[in-house]
């Protein structure tokens, strides 16, 4: 890669949180299917507790509409884990005068091109509170900011003052926000 391409990757749904809500929902709509079996039958398939002793209506039948709703949202969380939505890069190319920021999308890739003498400023943006919005985005001529970092947990502070400085340098652009 050469000096006048900068190229920064953009961490998608593949994210440890994301795998560990995907994975106690399918442990918990096990457990749930489960329950309703062992209400059903008439014998313990898990081995906590006493579900046999449920009433299969309405007990067992409402635990087993929990696991059915378990098991979509799981299958929902662990395409989007698989697909990687939301996971791609940044690509700044000065020969060739275009930004370049490509996405996976939930069917099919985003890819947004912009010429670089559009771009006016980098802009940070620090909103902290109950609704924290910490992100970088690329303050463009006749269009709304287009955000460049990743969605989810908040960057620490110095690593997003450090990102929006060296794109603002790079691209030879004014910093604001700061």
Known sequence: MSA???EQPVLGSRRLSNF???SAVT???VGFLLASLSSYLGRDLVPIGHPAALVFVPQGLVMGLYSLAAALLATYLWYVIAVNV???SNRFDKDAGVVTISRRGFRKP???EIPLKDVKAVKVEVRDGFNARRRVALRIQGRRDMPLTRVG???PL????????ELARFLGVNLEGL
């Open 4 to 6: 006048a391409v900068l």
């Open 27 to 29: 442990i918990g709509g």
């Open 20 to 22: 560990l809500v995907a």
């Open 86 to 88: 939301g996971g791609g």
């Open 153 to 155: 947990e908040p960057l």
């Open 110 to 112: 985003v890819l947004v």
């Open 158 to 165: 110095a690593q997003l003052e450090k990102d929006g400085a």
